[in-house]
């Protein structure tokens, strides 16, 4: 392997040139959360199009199962993802993840569904999640490490550009929601309408693929010596700095995906109408999209550590009531109210989550840590969390399981940036 620059790290590039970096390490999670939202929010009508079984609830559980089951190779897509920006570079893991990206979104495009081709459907539907959480499972990693690497003052501000691309896809795929649930009838939603919204992810890989491959190298990693054995060095001498980043994961999974499952849980749980959930999201994301880069931006200036406790004991507190109030007066403006409120508290954690993470790991094994922990604390506590909802409220039959959900998950990464603080540090 050719020798990388001694060049300092440096952040002499001009403004234009960072926002294409911006927008290169975003657009891959953009296109990843776009089309995740999208399986979420049209849950209700792929379980009939692809899982047809008899009952609502079988239905609904195989196709969250499905959705669950794809987080299962996410750590091993973050270990050969991440142990290749690890070792050759951010820029050609990046260049990687989204051509496989672009694949599993095509699969979910154009596949029959289960009354056209019978088995196979569901099976192909299987085949894109699994391709798609193999692709990503790198993505968060290599795209936060890039962005990092470029600054050496304004990492937060970069990072959480991260969660503001999650908030752009979850204001498209909400505005798609609505509008599809508004404009289309029924027949024509089932038939062809669900299918839009993937196409349009589908467009979007080929301009990401075209900016990732016009950009340099991130300075900071081209002036170290890159390791030979990334995952063994983790793995062998920083496990420990592993498990605490797993940990601070948790809180953004979970209250990622409780808010996801709000549209399911309007519909299922309280009767509302399907645009009701919709609307409620868009406007979350677009608290998402505009929070992120101002909290990013606040903790490089008064560190990470102290601004995400604050948020994990604001949801601890406040879940409880916000659900109990929801269960008790559905309507349009609670449920606005609560996932705007959820969105607002999700965006001061997770806009200065990424920075945090990058910060726990040196350059060499950086890619690869980021990746890994990422990809194991989401499958666990977020990427199963609409099966265990679905399931539990069915088991128990109380509305206000996503409260208790967020509670214990908040609670879980107060002490594990107790810990952060206590032994690495990181203010």
């Excluded at 604050?310 to 009531?321: E, H």
Aim: proline residues 5%; aromatic residues 12%; contains cysteine.
């Amino acid at each position: 392997m050719t020798a990388h620059t001694t060049t300092a790290p440096h952040d002499g590039h001009s403004t234009s040139y960072m926002v294409k970096v911006i927008a290169a390490a975003s657009i891959g999670n953009a296109l990843e959360w776009f089309d995740l939202l999208i399986y979420g929010y049209f849950a209700v009508t792929l379980s009939k199009l692809f899982f047809p079984a008899g009952s609502d609830f079988v239905e609904l559980m195989l196709t969250f199962g499905t959705f669950a089951v794809a987080y299962l190779v996410r750590p091993l897509g973050a270990i050969v993802v991440g142990v290749y920006a690890d070792r050759h570079g951010r820029k050609a893991a990046l260049m990687l993840s989204i051509l496989l990206m672009m694949i599993g979104t095509a699969i979910m495009t154009f596949v029959p569904t289960y009354a056209s081709i019978g088995v196979a459907a569901p099976i192909a539907v299987l085949i894109a999640r699994l391709l798609q959480g193999f692709s990503v499972g790198g993505e968060f990693g290599s795209a936060t490490a890039f962005m990092v690497e470029h600054s050496a003052t304004r990492k937060g501000f970069l990072a959480s550009w991260q969660w503001s691309s999650q908030g752009v896809a979850a204001v498209l795929a909400s505005a798609f929601g609505v509008f599809l649930f508004s404009a289309l009838s029924e027949q024509q939603l089932t038939s062809w309408g669900w299918r839009l919204p993937f196409l349009f992810g589908l467009l979007i890989g080929p301009i990401g693929l075209y900016i990732r491959a016009h950009l340099e190298e991130a300075p900071e990693f081209a002036a170290v010596q890159p390791s030979e054995t990334p995952l063994r060095d983790l793995i062998g001498r920083h496990w420990g700095r592993m498990l605490l980043s797993i940990g601070v994961v948790i809180l953004s999974t979970s209250s990622n995906y409780v808010i996801l499952y709000m549209p399911t849980y309007g519909i299922k749980e309280l009767g509302l109408p399907q645009s009701v959930g919709f609307t409620a999201t868009l406007m979350g994301a677009i608290i998402l999209t505009v929070v992120s880069p101002l909290v990013g931006h606040l903790s490089d200036k008064v560190g990470r550590t102290m601004i995400m406790m604050l948020m994990c004991v604001l949801f601890a507190l406040t879940a409880y009531p916000a659900f109990a109030g929801l269960v008790s007066y559905p309507s349009l403006f609670s449920i606005v109210l609560i996932v705007g409120w959820m969105s607002l508290l999700k965006a001061g954690y997770s806009g200065v989550l990424p920075s945090l993470m990058a910060e726990i790991f040196p350059i060499q094994t950086r890619a690869s840590g980021l990746s890994l922990s990422y990809n194991i604390g989401v499958p666990l506590f977020g990427g199963a969390a609409p099966l265990y909802m679905t399931a539990l409220i069915q088991l128990t039959g109380s509305n206000l399981v996503p409260s208790f959900y967020l509670i214990v998950t908040a609670l879980l990464s107060l002490i594990v940036l107790v810990l952060i603080r206590a032994y690495l540090r990181l203010r």
